[in-house]
């Protein structure tokens, strides 16, 4: 069963970037790692449960926060 969960919000490392998600959806992707397929699925995200519990492939990011990127990442401005 899914259910909406406030979490803490998270500090971004170096290399990672937090995003603000101001809608998401679940899509066939999202149901599939839940339902760990296919089989071969479950070695990455969880043999019996999914390992990380929070899913959305889909979402809607007006904004983010950067600490230190390295590497090729173009933003657009906000």
Not at 2 to 14: I, N
Not at 32 to 54: A, C, D, F, S, W
Request: hydrophobic residues 45%; without cysteine.
């Amino acid at each position: 069963m899914l259910q909406l969960t406030e979490v803490a919000k998270p500090t971004p490392k170096d290399n990672e970037v937090l995003i603000k998600v101001h809608a998401a959806s679940i899509n066939a992707a999202d149901v599939n790692l839940l339902r760990g397929e296919p089989v071969p699925i479950r070695l990455m995200y969880g043999l019996r449960t999914p390992k990380h519990q929070i899913f959305g492939i889909d979402l809607v990011m007006p904004s983010l926060e950067m600490p230190r990127i390295v590497g090729l990442l173009r933003l657009p401005n906000m």
